[in-house]
């Protein structure tokens, strides 16, 4: 459970701050797989970023005693100049692993690299990117794994096992999870939250939020 | 419960995986660290070099080589570490998404690694003084070292002051190399402050660089004297731009991250 308390959000703008979230009160659920539903700038990444406190609101808290993983998207903290390997000790340093040799095999072994695994990062392909950051998180004990689209870009062989992997630890992990592909949500996630106008709800069934969602953009373009 | 202990642990964790992150990433290329150690040597050496060839001499009973090799490392100091360390807050950026990675921790990172090349720089003056027979005794080698220190402090905190306010408004970037360029000519690095009327030394003695220079060349040479120039204006500048950058950063770096 992360709970969210008197939480105000705002990005400063031309037109003064643009307001995300006012006072939002909630109780996030992390025992099932969630997914995080909304439109384009709803807040989606925002509520996502906050929630990994990788940015911080400007009123209220988020409190949570899970250990939550880095917000994994496509390339975050990866250096284009330096190697997978390099990039692997980075993340296992910065995450304080235990034995850094080790972490460095899991990594190479599940993200499938090969002998690339050393060479700069920036000779791969987006896809072999998104893999080798999707390695580095999966192979970090977390309560909660923030997944934001990573796992997109990789050949369903990859998404299979990422599936596979993340059912593995869902026994004592969660997941929550950001994407427009609902095909992707449904095969990891089992429950919802849907983002609308700075409110946040939650769906125990994973249908239906993505119905109340679809239908809710369906019946807005319609009054239109 | 965390304590202090591991708090200061996992600082040091952090600091470390982005240090080696920023040689990997910084000296990829075939001369590797060398370049940034070999760079500010061969420059400061070059210009005293050529200077000293230009009017041979004493200043004030320094020789001139080794009077603008202290002028040109002072000036160095401050230069590439404001503008490393001044950076650093918008270079880390895609590293603030780990949480354990705070601008902070970037911002010691760059001066750090400063300090680290400037040390071995200054090792390698020695040696290079050293094989051209151009060797002396330092008359007070404790003051040299905390004038280094407070000198590399105060870098830093300029860095951070100028990096927070490049963070909220990008302009300041160029402002800030508009205001070092002049710092080359006023900042006693080729000449002295004694060479100057007395009552011209109001326009330059602000300037804490130039205090820096003059008494780190007294710190080498007793004879030289530090007519104009104080210890504590250096030290009283440092701790206000070292509390002012703290503070600065403690009320903005939550809005730091979100920009």
Known sequence: MIKIENLTKSYPSKMGPQYIFRNLNFNFPTENNVAILGKNGAGKSTLFRMLAKSEYPDRGRILTNKAMSWPVALQTGVHPQMTGRENTRFVGRINNVRSLPEYEEKVQAFAELGKRFDLPVRTYSSGMRAK??????????????????ATSVGDPL????????LKEKSEEAGVIMVSHELDQIREFCTSAVIIDDGKLSYYQDLEEGIDVYTQDAANKKSLK | MVTFKDQLYAWRGVIFALFLRELQSKFNDKFGLGWAFLEPFVFILALSFFRSLLSPGDVHSVPLFIFMMIGLMGLQSLTTCLQSVSTSIRRNKPLYAFRQVQPLSAVL??????????????????????????????????LLIFLFLMLWAFSISIGLIFGIA????????????MLTRPLMFISCVFFSLQDLPEKFWPYLTWNPLV?????????????????????????????????????????????????
């Open chain 1, 132 to 149: 080798l950051v999707f390695a580095c998180c999966m192979n970090i004990d977390f309560d909660i794994y923030l997944i934001d689209e």
């Open chain 1, 158 to 165: 990859f998404r299979k096992k990422a599936r596979l992997s």
């Open chain 2, 109 to 142: 990172t760059a001066g750090f690694l400063e300090f680290f090349i400037k040390v071995v720089v200054v090792g390698l003056i020695a040696v290079a003084l050293y094989l051209m027979g151009e060797d002396f005794a330092i008359h007070d080698p404790l």
């Open chain 2, 166 to 177: 490049a963070a909220f408004v990008p302009e300041v970037d160029k402002i800030k190399s």
């Open chain 2, 211 to 259: 205090h820096f220079n003059e008494l780190a060349r007294y710190a080498c040479f007793e004879s030289y004297g530090h007519k104009g120039v104080s210890l504590s204006f250096i030290i009283e500048v440092t701790v206000v731009f070292v509390f002012l950058s703290l503070a600065m950063y403690h009320i903005t770096w939550k809005r730091v991250l979100s920009r």
